[in-house]
């Protein structure tokens, strides 16, 4: 029995030479059962004309951002959702990859679990200059749980994460999640799975398909290289805070470990006035005794106990 529709969306911006390279995960998928939403931000190194051999497949759909609409990647994944079919979302930035068994691990995985049941897999990066792959075969973020805010929890209490590539989610819980927080320009993807998180029942981890990160490549920009970015962070950890206070989380460790890192960064940069203007969020950064404690057990992978550590 063919699987159900899985609508991949990928937001790109002049990535025209190197989205083939996704594209070609996706046409190699073991499941033909998935639609793939390509919504250009207003390219202008003709990623139309680079990607025209695959538009020749129906199941891969080009969308132009229309100009009425703001610019940047939640917009353009949230038009993704407007104009998606499939049961399950599946995100996909223009210059990462997916196994080619993903979708159909993935579909068979959450086939008999609730539709509110998020399913993960094992990740690792592609070096571009020496073609390296690098599966990580152990990760604190590796496991399945009744209890999705243990997975939050790791985050926070281990400084760890998973790429927004390796989520595969039912309709459904992005349905009562929301969509994607286009005011965001910077750590929009923590705000919007932290509302993946708080809205899900469980998580479904499997070791048998995995998504490669793109490393090793001055495609990426820093997400602290500027003021409005740096804005744009705070603000998106604010609403995390908020977002976690009123479901019973309050003064998360996720948020007091991005308070304290991000505050031990910009005390040595010229944006350090951002300190005194944000400093009622920069008071929820942990103590250093804290923070030291939780790396020490990191590198000691003894990960389980703060699995449930919260407060």
Not at 19 to 24: G, I, S
Request: with cysteine.
């Amino acid at each position: 029995m063919e699987s159900e529709l899985v609508s991949i969306i990928i937001p790109t911006y002049n990535r025209g030479e190197i989205l083939p390279f996704t594209l070609q995960s996706v046409l190699k998928q073991t499941s033909s059962s998935w639609e793939c939403l390509i919504v250009d931000d207003g390219s202008t190194d003709g990623t139309k004309h680079l990607i025209q051999q695959y538009l020749k497949d129906p199941r891969f759909i080009y969308i132009q951002r229309p100009t009425t609409r703001k610019k940047g990647a939640a917009t353009c994944r949230n038009i993704g959702l407007e104009n998606a079919k499939g049961n399950f979302i599946q995100y996909l930035d223009s210059d990462d990859t997916i196994a080619q068994n993903k979708i159909e691990v993935h579909s068979e995985l959450l086939k008999n679990e609730s539709p509110l049941c998020l399913a993960t897999c094992k990740w690792g990066r592609f070096y571009v200059k020496s073609k390296k792959v690098v599966v990580h075969e152990k990760m604190p973020t590796y496991f399945s749980t009744n209890k999705p805010m243990e997975l939050l929890n790791i985050f926070g209490n281990m400084s760890s994460y998973l790429p927004i590539h390796n989520y595969f989610i039912p309709i459904q819980l992005s349905n009562i999640a929301g969509k994607w927080n286009e005011n965001l320009s910077n750590n929009d993807d923590g705000e919007y799975f932290t509302r993946i998180f708080l809205n899900c029942d469980k998580v479904k981890f499997t070791r048998r398909t995995h998504v490669l990160y793109r490393a090793g490549t001055s495609e990426r920009i820093s997400n602290l290289e500027n003021r409005k970015n740096i804005q744009s962070y705070i603000l998106g950890w604010k609403l995390i805070d908020e977002h976690l206070e009123i479901r019973g989380y309050p003064k998360h460790t996720t948020v007091k470990y991005a308070a304290r890192n991000l505050f031990t960064k910009l005390k040595e940069t010229v944006f350090k006035d951002l300190l005194t203007e944000h400093q009622l969020f920069f008071n929820k950064k942990r103590s250093l005794s804290e923070h030291l404690i939780l790396k020490f057990f990191g590198k000691a992978k003894i990960w389980k106990p703060f699995r449930k550590f919260s407060a």
